[in-house]
C-alpha cells in the first residue's frame, strides 16, 4: 500500500506542486514571522548591550506614569544634580557622571527640513568626553554654549559638515536654534549609528535648560564601579544609599529592560503577521482540499480496483492521507526555508529603514520550525480528510463501471452550510455586540472563520444560478457557452476554487468598509464641528509627534483677522492611579466655540489653576461629578490635587480630560502638537495663511493648512493603514490564484478526451483557449463577487457595533469594490494561461484514441 | 507490393503510396506501408483486418488527425499532406465528420446541441430542411433535449451519426462506430449509415473488424500487415468471412 501511494503521488506531482504551494506560501508567512521578530529581537538585544556596555550601574528616577510601547515612549522626571556627588560617596563607586540623555532633539537638515529618524530616539544628551564606544572623527568636542557634535550617520542625512551652523529644534525649545557643528563622532567598530538612534551633545548646561527643561537636573547618573567590585554589590550598595524613590540597575539590566520594551512592540507585530499566515492557510486549506477531491474522482476507477482485489477502506483513507502528509512535509519545509528567506529580507529592510540598524545574525528560532511543520502537516492532512473519506467509500464495482460519478445531491452540504453559518452570525453578534465575557476578538474572529466556511459550504448551491447568470454574458460565442457550462459543471469544485477566493476579497472589502465608514464618519464629524478656518500641524514620522514654539500662538492671535487661537497638548498621565490620556488647551474657552463642546454640568468655559474638566464618559465612568477632587501625576513633576469643574458632552473631538495650560510644562512633551486658528467672519483665509506661514519659519516639523486638507491629512494614516492590510492580503488572494489555476488545469487533464473531440470536429486552438479563460473568468468574478457580498456584511456589523465609538456612517467603497470585480476577470485571464496552454496543446489523435 | 483499388475519378479521400512508422530502432512499427486507395462519393466503404493492422492508423491518416512518414493523402480537392494546424481545423470543420467507438458526446450538452456543436463552431447556420431530415433519420425526435448521460449507449451512437451528418461533409470516418454497442443497437446505428449513403449520397469511411458490419458496406478493403491486400464489391457477412478466413490462412501460410 506504502509503495502505492509513493507510485501515485510521484505520478501526479505537478498536480500537488501547485497545491502544494499554497501550503508552502502560509507555511513561508509563519516561519518569516518568527525569524523577522526573532532577528531583530536579537538585534535590539545586542544594539542596547552595546549602547549600555560602558555603564555599571545605573541611577534614574522612577517613571511617575508607566507607559508601555503602544501608548508611546516612557520617559522619566529628572535628577537633582546634587545626587550625583551622593552616589561618588557610596562605596566601590569609582566616578559617577550625569548624564543628560532624551528624545527630542532634532536637527533641520541643510534642505530646511528636520530630519527623522522613523522609529528610534532622537537623543539630546551633554557631552561628558569620549569613551571606548564613542570616539570623535572630526573636530572637537562642545565646549560653548552654541556649540553641538552629532554622529556620523546623523551628518550624512542631515548633510552638514563641521563648522557649519545647524538647526536644531530641542524637548523644550520647538522653536529652531541656531548651534555651531564643531564635531563628528562614530562609534567602535567603524559604525556610525547604533540602531539608527540620532545622537545630538551639548555643553553640559545647554542639554539640561534644552531637553529637560530646567538647569542642574539630569537624566540619569551612571556609576562606575572601582576595581574588584562587582556592578550588582555596587548596584545594592547604591539602591540602598538612595533609598526607594529611585531606579537603581546595572548597565545590562537596562539593556535588557530597553530591549524588552521594544520587544513588547515586535511580540504584538509578530501576532499580526501569523493573523495574516492563518488567513493565508485558511485558503490553503480550501485548495487543498479541492485538489484531493478531484484527485480521488479521477482516480475512482484505481481504488475501486485496489478495493476489488483486497484493500480495506481504512487502507485506501490510509494512502490518502500518507500522499498529504508527504506533501505537506514537503511543504512545510520549502515554507520554513523560504520564510527564513523572506524573514531575513524584511529584516534587512527594516534595518535600512530603521536607520541602518545593525543586524544579528539570522535566528532561526525553534518557534519557527515547530510552527511551520505542525502548521504544514495539520493543515494539508486535515484538509485531505475529507476526499480521504469519499475515497473508502467507493465501491468495488465502480472499477468495472463506467466513470459515471453521479451528481450527488447538495442538501447535505446546505444544510451544513446553513448551520456553520448560522454559528458564525451567531458568534458574531455576541462578539460585536460585547457580550462574549472578555473574549471579544477571539469570539469575532471565530465567528468570521465559521462564516466563511458556512459560506463556502453554501456556495455549490449558491453557484448553480449565479455562476449561469454570469456565463451568460459569454454565451454570444460557442467557446464561452462551452466555457460557461463547464463552469456549472462540477459545483462543488467551482465553489471551493471560488470560495477560496472569497475569502481574500471578504477581508479587504470587509476592512476597506470599516476604515472608509471611520475615516467617512470622523471627517464628517470634523468637517461639521471644527470651527477653525486653519490648522498647525506636522506629518508623524516616528513616536514623537512633531510640535512647534508655542510663541506662535500669540503671534498668530495679534494677526488681523484672527478671533481665537488654541494650542493643543497632550501627555499620558495617571488620575487616581488609573492611566488616562490628558490634554490642555492654551485657550479654554476653544473647546465650545472651536470644537462645539457642550457642557452638561459646571462650567467648561474657564478653567482655574487647580481645575479640571472631563468628558462625560469619562466622570460617567470614573464615577467623577462637578465638585469630585482627583490626584493628577505627569510625565514631569510632583502629583496634584485638582478639582473638577466641568463636564462637556462626549464626542470624538474632545479629549477624556482636560486640564489648564500650566499643566502642559510637566508633559513629556510641554510643546503644543497642533494649533487651531479662527478667523473673524468675513476674513479671508488666503490672507491670513502666508502670514502664519512666516510665523512657523523657525518651526520646520509643521505647517499650517485650512481645515479640510487638515483633516485630510489626519485621515490619511487610515489610509496607509488600509493600504498595509490590502498588501498582506494580496497574499491570500494570490494563494486563491494558484486554486483557480491548479483546479483548471486538472479539470483539462480530466477532460482530455472531450477535448481531444472538440478539436476533431474543428475548435479552433485560440477557441480551445477562449473556453478555458472564460471557465477561469466566470469562476474568478463568481468568487469575487461572493468575497464582496460577505466582506461587506462582515464590514457593515463591524460598523453597526461601532456605532457607539463614533462610527456612524456606513460608506461602501462601491469603486473599490468594482475594481475587484475588475480585478477578478483579469486573475481568471492570468490563472486560464498555463491551463488554456495546455488544452490547445492537446494531441487530437492521443485524446480520442481507444487506450 | 500494393494492390490499387478504386478507379473512379470522383474520390472523396484518397491515399497515394502511405507509410506510416512509430518509433525508431528497435522499437520501430510500420503501421502503414504504402498504402494507395480511393474512397468513392456517395458511397460506403469499410476498412476490414484483424486486430494491429493499421486500420486505425490508416482513417487518422487520411483524416488528417496523424501525420503520414511517406505519401500523400487528400480528401476531395484539398491535399491533406503538409497541412498546418489551422488548416486542419478548417478541413474537419468544413470536410470531415468523425463518429469514433466511445466518448463521442460532450456530456454538459443536450443532445440537440450535440448535433448542432460543428455547425456552431463553424459559425454556420444548419439547413432546416436537412437538419429536419437527419433528426427524423435517427429517430431521436423525442430525445433532443436529453443530456448523453440519459441516453442510452445505441442513442449516444445515433446522435454522433446526426452530428458527423448534419454539416454535410465530404466524407465521414468512422472508427468502429458498433464496436461499444449490442447487436440490435449496431444494426440500428449501421442501417442508419448505409441509408445516408443510399438516400442522400454521403460519403462514409467505416473502420472494423467485424464481418456483420462490413457487410452494411457498399465495398471492402482488407488490410492486413499495414497492406492492402484484398477488396470485395457488395460484400455479405459470408464473404467477408470468408475473405478474412482465407487471408487467416496466407498469413500463418506466409509466416
Ligand atoms: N502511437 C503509436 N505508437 C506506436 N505504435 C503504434 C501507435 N499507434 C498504432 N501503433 C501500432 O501500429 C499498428 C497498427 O495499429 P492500428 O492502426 O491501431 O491497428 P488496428 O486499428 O487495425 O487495430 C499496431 O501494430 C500498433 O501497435
Ligand atoms: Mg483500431
Given at each position: 500500500?506504502?509503495?502505492?501511494?509513493?507510485?501515485s503521488?510521484?505520478?501526479?506531482?505537478?498536480?500537488?506542486?501547485?497545491s502544494?504551494l499554497?501550503?508552502?506560501l502560509?507555511?513561508?508567512?509563519?516561519?518569516?514571522?518568527?525569524?523577522?521578530?526573532?532577528?531583530?529581537?536579537?538585534s535590539?538585544?545586542?544594539?542596547?548591550?552595546?549602547g549600555?556596555?560602558?555603564?555599571?550601574?545605573?541611577?534614574?528616577?522612577?517613571?511617575k506614569v508607566q507607559?508601555?510601547?503602544?501608548?508611546g515612549?516612557?520617559?522619566?522626571?529628572?535628577l537633582?544634580?546634587a545626587?550625583?556627588?551622593?552616589?561618588k560617596?557610596?562605596?566601590?563607586?569609582?566616578?559617577?557622571?550625569?548624564v543628560?540623555?532624551?528624545?527630542g532633539a532634532?536637527?533641520?537638515g541643510s534642505?530646511?527640513?528636520?530630519?527623522t529618524s522613523?522609529?528610534?530616539?532622537?537623543?539630546?544628551?551633554?557631552?561628558?568626553?569620549?569613551?571606548?564606544?564613542?570616539?570623535l572623527?572630526e573636530?572637537r568636542?562642545?565646549?560653548?554654549e552654541d556649540?553641538?557634535?552629532?554622529?556620523?550617520?546623523?551628518?550624512t542625512a542631515?548633510?552638514?559638515?563641521?563648522?557649519?551652523?545647524?538647526g536644531?529644534?530641542?524637548?523644550f525649545?520647538?522653536?529652531?536654534?541656531?548651534f555651531?557643528?564643531?564635531?563628528?563622532?562614530?562609534?567602535?567598530?567603524?559604525?556610525?549609528?547604533?540602531?539608527?538612534?540620532?545622537?545630538?551633545?551639548?555643553?553640559?548646561?545647554?542639554a539640561?535648560?534644552l531637553m529637560?527643561g530646567?538647569p542642574?537636573?539630569?537624566?540619569?547618573?551612571t556609576?562606575?564601579?572601582?576595581?574588584?567590585?562587582?556592578?550588582?554589590?555596587l548596584?545594592?550598595?547604591?539602591?540602598?544609599?538612595?533609598g526607594a524613590?529611585f531606579?537603581?540597575?546595572?548597565?545590562?539590566?537596562?539593556?535588557?529592560?530597553?530591549?524588552?520594551?521594544?520587544?513588547e512592540?515586535l511580540?504584538?507585530?509578530?501576532?499580526?503577521?501569523?493573523?495574516?499566515?492563518?488567513v493565508a492557510?485558511?485558503?490553503?486549506?480550501?485548495?487543498?482540499?479541492n485538489t484531493?477531491?478531484i484527485?480521488?474522482?479521477?482516480?475512482?476507477?484505481?481504488?475501486?480496483l485496489?478495493?476489488?482485489?483486497?484493500a480495506?477502506?481504512?487502507?485506501?483513507?490510509g494512502s490518502?492521507?500518507l500522499?498529504?502528509?508527504?506533501?505537506g512535509?514537503?511543504?512545510?519545509v520549502?515554507?520554513?526555508?523560504?520564510?527564513?528567506?523572506?524573514g531575513?529580507?524584511?529584516?534587512?529592510l527594516?534595518?535600512?529603514?530603521a536607520g541602518?540598524?545593525?543586524?544579528?545574525?539570522?535566528?532561526?528560532?525553534a518557534?519557527a520550525v515547530?510552527?511551520?511543520?505542525?502548521?504544514?502537516?495539520?493543515?494539508?492532512?486535515?484538509?485531505?480528510?475529507?476526499?480521504a473519506?469519499?475515497?473508502s467509500?467507493?465501491?468495488?464495482i465502480?472499477?468495472?463501471q463506467?466513470v459515471?460519478?453521479?451528481?450527488?445531491?447538495?442538501?447535505?452540504v446546505?444544510v451544513?452550510?446553513s448551520?456553520?453559518?448560522?454559528?458564525?452570525?451567531?458568534l458574531?453578534?455576541?462578539?460585536?455586540?460585547?457580550?462574549?465575557?472578555g473574549?471579544?476578538?477571539?469570539t469575532?474572529?471565530g465567528?468570521v472563520?465559521?462564516?466563511?466556511i458556512?459560506?463556502a459550504?453554501?456556495?455549490?448551491?449558491?453557484s448553480?444560478?449565479v455562476?449561469s447568470?454570469?456565463?451568460?454574458i459569454f454565451?454570444?460565442?460557442?467557446?464561452g457557452?462551452?466555457?460557461?457550462?463547464n463552469?456549472?459543471?462540477?459545483?462543488?469544485?467551482?465553489?471551493?476554487?471560488?470560495a477560496?477566493?472569497?475569502?481574500?476579497?471578504?477581508?479587504v472589502?470587509?476592512?476597506?468598509v470599516?476604515l472608509?465608514?471611520?475615516?467617512?464618519s470622523?471627517s464628517a464629524?470634523?468637517?461639521d464641528?471644527?470651527?477653525?478656518e486653519?490648522?498647525?500641524a506636522?506629518?508623524?514620522?516616528g513616536?514623537?509627534?512633531?510640535?512647534?514654539d508655542?510663541?506662535v500662538?500669540d503671534?498668530?492671535?495679534?494677526?488681523?483677522g484672527?478671533?481665537?487661537?488654541?494650542?493643543?497638548?497632550g501627555?499620558m498621565?495617571?488620575?487616581d492611579?488609573?492611566g488616562t490620556w490628558?490634554?490642555?488647551?492654551?485657550?479654554?474657552?476653544s473647546?465650545?466655540?472651536?470644537?462645539?463642546?457642550?457642557?452638561?454640568?459646571?462650567?467648561?468655559d474657564r478653567?482655574?489653576?487647580?481645575?479640571?474638566?472631563?468628558?462625560?464618559?469619562?466622570?460617567?465612568?470614573?464615577?467623577?461629578?462637578?465638585?469630585?477632587?482627583?490626584?493628577?501625576?505627569?510625565?514631569?513633576?510632583e502629583?496634584r490635587?485638582y478639582?473638577?469643574?466641568?463636564?462637556?458632552?462626549?464626542?470624538?473631538l474632545t479629549?477624556?480630560?482636560?486640564?489648564?495650560a500650566?499643566?502642559?510644562?510637566?508633559?513629556?512633551?510641554?510643546?503644543?502638537?497642533q494649533?487651531?486658528?479662527?478667523?473673524?467672519?468675513?476674513?479671508?483665509?488666503?490672507?491670513?495663511?502666508?502670514q502664519v506661514e512666516?510665523?512657523?519659519a523657525d518651526?520646520?516639523e509643521?505647517?499650517?493648512a485650512?481645515?479640510?486638507a487638515?483633516?485630510?491629512q489626519q485621515?490619511?494614516?487610515?489610509?496607509?493603514?488600509?493600504?498595509?492590510i490590502?498588501i498582506?492580503?494580496?497574499l491570500?488572494i494570490?494563494?486563491?490564484?494558484?486554486?483557480?489555476?491548479?483546479?483548471?488545469?486538472?479539470?483539462v487533464?480530466?477532460?482530455?478526451?472531450?477535448?481531444g473531440?472538440l478539436?476533431?470536429?474543428?475548435?479552433?486552438?485560440?477557441?480551445?483557449?477562449?473556453?478555458i479563460t472564460?471557465?477561469?473568468?466566470v469562476?474568478s468574478?463568481?468568487?469575487?463577487?461572493?468575497?464582496?457580498?460577505?466582506?461587506t456584511?462582515?464590514?457593515?456589523?463591524?460598523?453597526?457595533a461601532?456605532k457607539?465609538?463614533?462610527?456612524?456612517?456606513l460608506?461602501?467603497p462601491?469603486g473599490?469594490?468594482?475594481?475587484?470585480?475588475?480585478?477578478a476577470?483579469?486573475?481568471?485571464?492570468?490563472?486560464?494561461?498555463?491551463?488554456?496552454?495546455?488544452?490547445?496543446r492537446?494531441?487530437?489523435?492521443g485524446?480520442?484514441a481507444?487506450? | 507490393m500494393?494492390?490499387?483499388?478504386?478507379q473512379?475519378?470522383?474520390?472523396a479521400?484518397?491515399?497515394n503510396?502511405?507509410?506510416?512508422?512509430?518509433?525508431?530502432?528497435?522499437?520501430?512499427?510500420?503501421?502503414?506501408?504504402?498504402?494507395?486507395?480511393?474512397?468513392e462519393r456517395g458511397r460506403f466503404?469499410?476498412?476490414?483486418?484483424?486486430?494491429?493492422?493499421?486500420k486505425?492508423t490508416?482513417?487518422?491518416?487520411?483524416?488528417?488527425?496523424?501525420?503520414?512518414?511517406?505519401?500523400?493523402?487528400?480528401?476531395?480537392?484539398?491535399?491533406?499532406?503538409?497541412?498546418?494546424d489551422?488548416?486542419?481545423t478548417?478541413?474537419?470543420?468544413?470536410?470531415?465528420?468523425?463518429?469514433?467507438?466511445?466518448?463521442?458526446l460532450?456530456?454538459?450538452?443536450?443532445?440537440?446541441?450535440n448535433?448542432?456543436?460543428?455547425l456552431?463552431?463553424?459559425?454556420?447556420?444548419p439547413?432546416p430542411?436537412?437538419?429536419?431530415?437527419?433528426?427524423?433519420?435517427?429517430?431521436?425526435?423525442?430525445?433532443l433535449?436529453h443530456r448523453?448521460?440519459?441516453?442510452?449507449?445505441?442513442?449516444?451512437q445515433?446522435?454522433?451519426?446526426?452530428?458527423a451528418?448534419?454539416?454535410?461533409?465530404?466524407?465521414?470516418f468512422a472508427?468502429?462506430?458498433?464496436?461499444?454497442l449490442?447487436?440490435r443497437?449496431?444494426a440500428?446505428?449501421?442501417n442508419?449509415?448505409r441509408?445516408s449513403?443510399?438516400?442522400?449520397?454521403?460519403?462514409?469511411?467505416?473502420?472494423?473488424h467485424d464481418?456483420?458490419?462490413?457487410?452494411?458496406?457498399?465495398r471492402?478493403?482488407?488490410?492486413?500487415?499495414?497492406?492492402?491486400?484484398?477488396?470485395?464489391?457488395?460484400?455479405?457477412?459470408?464473404?467477408?468471412?470468408d475473405?478474412?478466413k482465407?487471408?487467416?490462412t496466407a498469413?500463418?501460410?506466409?509466416?
Amino acid at each position: 500500500m506504502f509503495r502505492a501511494t509513493l507510485k501515485s503521488l510521484l505520478a501526479r506531482k505537478v498536480r500537488l506542486i501547485l497545491s502544494g504551494l499554497a501550503v508552502v506560501l502560509g507555511v513561508m508567512f509563519v516561519s518569516g514571522a518568527f525569524v523577522l521578530t526573532d532577528t531583530l529581537g536579537r538585534s535590539f538585544d545586542s544594539v542596547f548591550a552595546d549602547g549600555f556596555s560602558e555603564i555599571d550601574v545605573n541611577v534614574a528616577a522612577k517613571p511617575k506614569v508607566q507607559v508601555n510601547e503602544m501608548e508611546g515612549e516612557q520617559t522619566v522626571a529628572p535628577l537633582p544634580a546634587a545626587l550625583v556627588d551622593r552616589v561618588k560617596q557610596v562605596p566601590g563607586a569609582a566616578s559617577a557622571t550625569g548624564v543628560v540623555n532624551a528624545d527630542g532633539a532634532r536637527v533641520i537638515g541643510s534642505n530646511g527640513k528636520v530630519v527623522t529618524s522613523f522609529g528610534p530616539p532622537q537623543l539630546g544628551e551633554n557631552w561628558t568626553g569620549e569613551s571606548e564606544l564613542l570616539k570623535l572623527r572630526e573636530g572637537r568636542a562642545p565646549q560653548a554654549e552654541d556649540e553641538i557634535v552629532i554622529n556620523k550617520a546623523l551628518a550624512t542625512a542631515a548633510k552638514v559638515q563641521v563648522g557649519q551652523k545647524v538647526g536644531v529644534l530641542t524637548a523644550f525649545e520647538s522653536k529652531k536654534r541656531d548651534f555651531t557643528l564643531v564635531g563628528v563622532f562614530g562609534y567602535s567598530g567603524d559604525r556610525d549609528s547604533i540602531g539608527g538612534v540620532n545622537e545630538v551633545f551639548f555643553t553640559t548646561p545647554v542639554a539640561q535648560r534644552l531637553m529637560l527643561g530646567e538647569p542642574d537636573v539630569f537624566s540619569s547618573i551612571t556609576v562606575q564601579a572601582a576595581g574588584g567590585v562587582s556592578d550588582e554589590k555596587l548596584r545594592d550598595d547604591v539602591a540602598r544609599t538612595l533609598g526607594a524613590d529611585f531606579e537603581v540597575k546595572t548597565g545590562e539590566q537596562v539593556a535588557a529592560d530597553a530591549s524588552a520594551s521594544l520587544k513588547e512592540g515586535l511580540s504584538f507585530f509578530n501576532k499580526i503577521l501569523l493573523g495574516f499566515a492563518a488567513v493565508a492557510l485558511l485558503v490553503g486549506t480550501f485548495l487543498i482540499l479541492n485538489t484531493f477531491s478531484i484527485i480521488v474522482a479521477q482516480r475512482t476507477r484505481e481504488l475501486a480496483l485496489m478495493r476489488a482485489i483486497g484493500a480495506s477502506g481504512r487502507q485506501i483513507i490510509g494512502s490518502v492521507v500518507l500522499e498529504a502528509i508527504a506533501v505537506g512535509l514537503i511543504a512545510s519545509v520549502l515554507g520554513l526555508a523560504a520564510g527564513i528567506g523572506v524573514g531575513a529580507l524584511l529584516a534587512f529592510l527594516f534595518g535600512k529603514l530603521a536607520g541602518g540598524l545593525t543586524l544579528a545574525g539570522i535566528g532561526v528560532p525553534a518557534a519557527a520550525v515547530i510552527g511551520s511543520f505542525a502548521v504544514g502537516l495539520v493543515i494539508t492532512v486535515v484538509a485531505a480528510l475529507l476526499p480521504a473519506l469519499r475515497a473508502s467509500r467507493i465501491p468495488p464495482i465502480a472499477a468495472m463501471q463506467d466513470v459515471a460519478t453521479p451528481d450527488r445531491p447538495l442538501t447535505k452540504v446546505t444544510v451544513a452550510g446553513s448551520l456553520v453559518t448560522g454559528i458564525g452570525a451567531v458568534l458574531l453578534f455576541l462578539g460585536l455586540s460585547g457580550n462574549a465575557g472578555g473574549q471579544t476578538l477571539s469570539t469575532i474572529l471565530g465567528g468570521v472563520l465559521f462564516a466563511f466556511i458556512g459560506v463556502a459550504l453554501l456556495t455549490p448551491l449558491i453557484s448553480r444560478p449565479v455562476v449561469s447568470l454570469l456565463g451568460a454574458i459569454f454565451s454570444w460565442s460557442v467557446p464561452g457557452k462551452l466555457g460557461r457550462l463547464n463552469s456549472g459543471r462540477n459545483p462543488r469544485r467551482t465553489a471551493i476554487t471560488a470560495a477560496a477566493l472569497m475569502v481574500g476579497i471578504a477581508l479587504v472589502t470587509g476592512v476597506t468598509v470599516i476604515l472608509d465608514s471611520a475615516k467617512g464618519s470622523i471627517s464628517a464629524l470634523a468637517q461639521d464641528t471644527i470651527k477653525a478656518e486653519l490648522v498647525i500641524a506636522g506629518q508623524q514620522g516616528g513616536p514623537r509627534p512633531p510640535t512647534f514654539d508655542p510663541g506662535v500662538l500669540d503671534k498668530a492671535k495679534a494677526l488681523p483677522g484672527v478671533r481665537m487661537v488654541d494650542g493643543e497638548y497632550g501627555d499620558m498621565g495617571r488620575i487616581d492611579g488609573e492611566g488616562t490620556w490628558v490634554a490642555a488647551s492654551s485657550d479654554i474657552a476653544s473647546l465650545r466655540q472651536i470644537f462645539g463642546a457642550k457642557p452638561t454640568a459646571g462650567d467648561i468655559d474657564r478653567l482655574g489653576p487647580t481645575q479640571m474638566l472631563a468628558s462625560s464618559d469619562t466622570a460617567t465612568s470614573r464615577g467623577w461629578s462637578v465638585g469630585s477632587t482627583v490626584n493628577v501625576q505627569l510625565t514631569r513633576g510632583e502629583a496634584r490635587t485638582y478639582t473638577i469643574s466641568g463636564i462637556y458632552e462626549s464626542s470624538q473631538l474632545t479629549n477624556p480630560v482636560t486640564l489648564p495650560a500650566t499643566a502642559a510644562k510637566d508633559f513629556a512633551i510641554p510643546q503644543p502638537i497642533q494649533g487651531f486658528i479662527q478667523l473673524d467672519p468675513g476674513t479671508r483665509v488666503s490672507d491670513v495663511q502666508p502670514q502664519v506661514e512666516a510665523l512657523l519659519a523657525d518651526s520646520p516639523e509643521v505647517s499650517v493648512a485650512d481645515r479640510d486638507a487638515f483633516i485630510k491629512q489626519q485621515t490619511s494614516s487610515l489610509d496607509g493603514l488600509l493600504t498595509m492590510i490590502q498588501i498582506l492580503l494580496a497574499l491570500a488572494i494570490v494563494i486563491a490564484v494558484l486554486g483557480i489555476i491548479n483546479t483548471l488545469a486538472l479539470s483539462v487533464l480530466e477532460r482530455t478526451r472531450e477535448l481531444g473531440l472538440l478539436r476533431a470536429i474543428g475548435l479552433r486552438r485560440s477557441q480551445t483557449m477562449g473556453m478555458i479563460t472564460v471557465e477561469a473568468v466566470v469562476i474568478s468574478v463568481f468568487g469575487a463577487l461572493l468575497g464582496v457580498v460577505v466582506g461587506t456584511g462582515l464590514g457593515a456589523a463591524v460598523v453597526e457595533a461601532l456605532k457607539d465609538e463614533g462610527i456612524t456612517d456606513l460608506i461602501l467603497p462601491w469603486g473599490q469594490m468594482g475594481v475587484f470585480l475588475g480585478l477578478a476577470a483579469i486573475i481568471g485571464v492570468v490563472a486560464a494561461v498555463l491551463p488554456a496552454i495546455r488544452a490547445a496543446r492537446i494531441n487530437v489523435l492521443g485524446a480520442i484514441a481507444h487506450d | 507490393m500494393t494492390a490499387t483499388v478504386g478507379q473512379q475519378a470522383q474520390a472523396a479521400a484518397r491515399a497515394n503510396d502511405v507509410w506510416k512508422v512509430y518509433g525508431s530502432g528497435e522499437a520501430q512499427v510500420i503501421a502503414l506501408r504504402g498504402v494507395s486507395a480511393e474512397f468513392e462519393r456517395g458511397r460506403f466503404t469499410a476498412i476490414m483486418g484483424p486486430s494491429g493492422s493499421g486500420k486505425s492508423t490508416l482513417m487518422h491518416c487520411l483524416a488528417g488527425l496523424d501525420s503520414v512518414t511517406r505519401g500523400t493523402v487528400s480528401i476531395g480537392e484539398t491535399t491533406v499532406t503538409g497541412l498546418g494546424d489551422a488548416g486542419l481545423t478548417k478541413l474537419r470543420r468544413d470536410k470531415v465528420g468523425f463518429i469514433f467507438q466511445q466518448f463521442n458526446l460532450l456530456p454538459t450538452l443536450t443532445a440537440k446541441e450535440n448535433i448542432l456543436l460543428p455547425l456552431s463552431i463553424a459559425g454556420r447556420k444548419p439547413d432546416p430542411a436537412w437538419y429536419d431530415t437527419v433528426i427524423e433519420t435517427v429517430g431521436l425526435k423525442d430525445r433532443l433535449d436529453h443530456r448523453p448521460a440519459q441516453l442510452s449507449g445505441g442513442q449516444q451512437q445515433r446522435v454522433a451519426c446526426a452530428r458527423a451528418l448534419v454539416s454535410r461533409p465530404e466524407v465521414i470516418f468512422a472508427d468502429e462506430p458498433t464496436g461499444n454497442l449490442d447487436s440490435r443497437s449496431g444494426a440500428e446505428v449501421l442501417n442508419f449509415l448505409r441509408n445516408s449513403v443510399r438516400e442522400h449520397g454521403q460519403t462514409i469511411v467505416m473502420v472494423t473488424h467485424d464481418p456483420t458490419a462490413a457487410a452494411y458496406a457498399d465495398r471492402v478493403v482488407f488490410l492486413a500487415d499495414g497492406e492492402i491486400v484484398s477488396e470485395l464489391i457488395e460484400p455479405t457477412a459470408e464473404t467477408v468471412l470468408d475473405t478474412m478466413k482465407k487471408l487467416d490462412t496466407a498469413a500463418e501460410v506466409g509466416n
